[in-house]
């Protein structure tokens, strides 16, 4: 995929998703007791069907006040501050490996690893932050659509990375919708996360597919995503015009390369050029039904 287009792309999600993270995560505190703490919840931590939060079992024992101060910090740093926020995380973590304060963590680094480009961080920490709570919407939803766009074909474990990037996806789009809005968050910036997310997810999945061939299941996947998505990603319309092309949907195909085209990224000459050949490709050769 475009580094450049997917640098600015995880600058648009990060600043959208960081937001609602923060949020979450302050108003997790708030609910705590003093002595039988609930662990913060962090972005789109959730039970199944309930709420934000997954673990209902008693939280372990209240976090040294040094370690609530250096967790404040963290929280503090504001979210553009990738950096900071990141020498922060890894510190505290070092520090305080068995903490309670990891999921939110987690949670937050995993973005910020992505906001700079960091992917195999990004991973890593994503899965530790899934160990802890499966049904982290956000960090699967993130997980699921960067793993099959930083996908190396060559790699030892190729086949491995894109089955864990369609589990990924695939949670992501059951517990996502499930999620309750926080009352410190409005409406409209809830549904704008959660679509968000999922937008992420569904282009997730549908990479997924294109790289392992069946451009037909590709193609409501990122038609989804694109629908979702308050900001279309060229590289999603780009996607679907190569699996609609691979379909012999010529016209399709076309069209959305076009719109790939039409929007300002380093992708524009090749999507471009797509279209013309799938134009010529449809002036020549049978379209196949849908």
Same mark, same amino acid.
Request: hydrophobic share 35%.
């Given at each position: =995929? ?10 648009? &999600? ?22 039988q ?10 039970n199944?069907?309930?709420? @934000?939060?997954?673990?209902? +079992? ?15 910090n ?7 501050d ?8 890894? +510190? ?8 309670r ?9 995993? =973005?910020?690893?992505?906001?700079t ?11 530790? $932050? &899934? ?5 982290? #919407?956000q ?11 930083? %996908? ?7 086949a ?6 369609? /589990? ?5 789009? /059951?517990?996502?919708p !499930?999620?309750?809005?926080?009352a410190?968050?409005? *409406? ?16 997730? @999945? #549908? ?5 392992? #061939?069946k %451009?037909? *299941?590709a193609i409501?996947?990122? /038609? +989804? ?14 996607? &679907?015009?190569?699996?609609?092309k ?6 399709d195909?076309?069209?959305? %390369?076009?719109?790939?085209? !039409?929007?300002?990224?380093? =992708? ?7 279209? $013309?050949?799938?134009?010529? &490709?449809g002036?020549?050769?049978?379209? !196949?039904?849908?």
């Amino acid at each position: =995929m475009d580094r450049k287009t997917n640098a600015g792309r995880a600058g648009f &999600l990060t600043g959208l998703l960081l937001a609602f993270a923060g949020i979450a995560v302050a108003q997790s505190q708030q609910q705590q007791p003093p002595q039988q703490q609930q662990p913060p919840a962090q972005q789109q931590d959730k039970n199944k069907v309930q709420d @934000l939060q997954l673990d209902n +079992a008693a939280p372990p024992p209240a976090a040294n006040p040094e370690e609530d101060a250096a967790f404040k910090n963290f929280s503090d740093t504001p979210n553009t501050d990738a950096k900071k926020k990141i020498e922060l995380g890894e +510190a505290f973590l070092q520090k305080y490996p068995q903490s309670r304060y990891r999921p939110p963590i987690y949670a937050t680094l995993t =973005m910020e690893y992505l906001q700079t480009g960091d992917v195999q961080k990004m991973q890593d920490t994503g899965e530790k $932050e &899934l160990e802890l709570n499966p049904n982290d #919407g956000q960090t699967l939803a993130i997980l699921g659509q960067t793993i099959p766009r930083a %996908f190396n074909p060559n790699a030892p474990d190729a086949a491995k990375q894109l089955d864990k990037a369609e /589990e990924y996806s695939k949670r992501a789009i /059951e517990v996502i919708p !499930a999620m309750q809005k926080p009352a410190t968050v409005s *409406e409209e910036a809830f549904v704008s996360a959660k679509n968000q997310a999922l937008s992420m997810a569904h282009s997730g @999945l #549908g990479l997924v597919d294109v790289r392992k #061939g069946k %451009f037909n *299941e590709a193609i409501p996947e990122l /038609e +989804a995503s694109l629908k979702l998505d308050s900001q279309p990603d060229p590289v999603n319309y780009y996607l &679907l015009g190569v699996a609609n092309k691979a379909a012999s949907h010529f016209s399709d195909a076309e069209a959305a %390369f076009n719109k790939c085209a !039409a929007i300002q990224s380093s =992708m524009q000459p090749t999507c471009k050029a797509q279209a $013309e050949e799938a134009k010529k &490709l449809g002036a020549t050769q049978l379209s !196949a039904p849908k």
